[in-house]
């Protein structure tokens, strides 16, 4: 949500329909098969936005900079509508739209749970990917009721016969009635009103109950302090009811209670089976945690709602500001997205190389990559990443277990057991000729295949990945093997028994931390030439040679020497002795000898962003 909107306020409209009106619904959706602009489609034809007030902007929803340039959707939005439909009632519809990237299933999670049911967008060129699978298992496991709409269809490319069967097939929902759309166009999207009308259920709640409400979603604004969304399963909420947070014990005086459609709106109360929004001067988005569920404090439920599973982090790195000045900028931005993001975390910690920073825990590559641009943009910072690393578990040989996020706190070697790695379940789907080469990438990364199926001309393969290995470049290498064509989705099973070994990267004899990193031993050599080749080709001569060397403990597996600069101390010798050129040249070497004992190497930025980059 944008905080910006805090300070806009409109007068709401009168209406009030009884439960059996209202319709709660999400779109899910592979990324890129039109969520946000059906999202769009259907706040237009209902009067949410005037014309006016929609052209020249798409994707409505779509708040941030970041997601209307990458065009996909990073933060879930609500957003109430108004319909009245062919038998003449009118309707009350709350629209979630979710984002379709695997690293913010937690986000569609939130929004599925405060859903009766779900429009399934598939693309009709593109068909069933490894996102509407996953999307559209979890609304099934939220009982939802699923509506299937096919959009595209008026492209050339479009197949909406071959996709109705690839649904049934693969998700094994019947879609002969599926609904035809072009979201761009308009087309078809009434049709998608009326479905939502007749096929989806209502809510239910009992009107006259204690207050019981689930938190959805809660986000800082600058005018307002925190403003918590939420669903009213039973009960009322009304401005000046004094509700408690039942997870964390807090209880706040309600001071504002409305909707968006998408505009802020007041109202006087939500009642049951209503999506909106509550202010109450809360000042920590800490004390609003997603899943929670809000009482009435001076007649509390008994029982709270089943929550959400909080987002755990998967990948770890850190963030170190270039310049040392800007520490606390840093700092204090961190703080901030934090506000907004809860399943971003932080912790100090300080490098040898880098100096003050960061460890920051993520949900994966595509959040970590966001959360960067985002602290470089809105708060004007310039950051390097160290190597993303995953959670390993470490059993010493004392019978004590330990998890490591960070290579450099891993233990002496003689005091490990045994290290177990997380392993992921990973669906790709990908066109039947880029097949071999997918299978190859999966086998390079240690995988094993556990099924492989066809879908139409589309193969769909399920493999046992290391998350290790999937943090680092996998999913851009994917991409290119498939031309952009396969689409990939995972989820964590378990922790493995793997022979991990820490391997560093030794500058002038220097071990350098920030480059630190557990490999398989299989593929330590590989990684460590890789590396060193990059940092001789990235780090500037210095007047003395520099020797880079990739060790794993006291063996050196892998070794390039950064030639010395020479200065031509014979220039002014003219003619002479050659014992005279010869007793220069040894008191220069004498020189650089003692050079490299104390000379200090300057390593650039752009070397350790590229090592970190390096492709194994």
Known sequence: ???????????????????????????????????????????????????????????????????????????AQTVRLQYRAKDGKDYIFNLMDTPGHVDFAYEVSRSLAACEGSLLVVDASQGVEAQTLANVYQALDNNHEIVPVLNK?????????????????VIGIDASDAVMISAK?????????????????????DRDATLKALLVDSW???????????????????????????????????????????????????????IGF???????????????????????????????????????????????????????????????????????????????????????????????????????????????????????????????????DMPDVVKIAEIDEPWIEATI?????????????????????????????????????????????????????????????YHLTDYKPADLVKMQILVNAEPVDALSMLVHRTRAEGRGRAMVEKMKELIPPHMFQIPIQAAIGGKVIARETVRALRKDVTAKCYGGDITRKRKLLEKQKEGKKKMRQFGKVDIPQEAFIAALKVDS
Request: hydrophobic content about 40%.
């Open 278 to 408: 509550i202010t109450a001067a809360i000042k920590e988005v800490a004390d609003t945690r997603v899943g929670d569920t809000i009482t009435d404090d001076r007649k509390p439920v008994a029982e709270m709602l089943p929550g959400f599973k909080p987002a755990i982090p998967v990948v770890f790195c850190g963030l170190f500001p270039v310049d040392a000045d800007d520490f606390e900028t840093l700092r204090a931005a961190m703080g901030k997205l934090r506000l907004n993001d809860a399943s971003f975390s932080f912790e100090m910690e300080t490098s040898a190389a880098l100096g003050f920073g960061f460890r920051c825990g993520f949900l994966g590559l595509l959040h970590l990559e966001i959360i960067q641009e985002r602290l470089s943009r809105e708060f004007d910072l310039n950051l390097i990443a160290t190597a993303p690393s995953v959670i390993y578990k470490m059993k010493l040989t004392d019978g004590q277990e330990i998890e490591i996020h960070n290579p450099v």
């Open 220 to 274: 800082y604004d600058v005018y307002l302090g925190v403003v918590v969304l939420v669903r009213i399963v039973d009960g009322t909420m009304k401005k000046g009811q004094r509700v408690r947070m039942m997870g964390t014990g807090a209880a706040y005086d309600v001071e504002r209670v409305g909707f968006f459609t998408p505009k802020m709106q007041q109202v006087e109360e939500l009642g049951p089976g209503e």
């Open 429 to 489: 789907m990908t066109p039947d000729e880029y097949l071999g080469s997918v299978l190859k990438l999966c086998q390079d990364r240690r995988g094993s295949q556990k099924e492989l199926t066809y879908v139409g001309s589309r193969a769909m393969v399920k493999y046992d990945l290391p998350l290790n290995e999937v943090v680092f470049d996998f999913y851009d290498r994917l991409k290119s093997v498939s031309k952009g064509y396969a689409s990939f989705d």
């Open 153 to 169: 269809v008026d492209l050339p490319a479009a197949e909406p016969e071959k996709v109705k069967q690839q649904i049934e097939d």
């Open 185 to 205: 166009t308009g087309l078809g999207v009434p049709d998608v009103l009326e479905a939502i009308v007749t096929r989806l259920p209502p809510p239910k709640g």
């Open 1 to 75: 949500m944008v905080a910006a909107r805090g300070c806009e306020w409109y007068p709401a409209p009168m209406t009030t329909v009884p439960i059996s009106n209202i319709r709660n619904f999400s779109i899910v959706a592979h990324i890129d098969h039109g969520k946000s602009t059906l999202a769009d489609r259907l706040i237009q034809m209902t009067g949410g936005l005037s014309d006016r007030e929609m052209a020249g902007k798409e994707q409505v929803l779509d708040s941030m900079d970041i997601e209307r340039e990458r065009g996909i959707t990073i933060k």
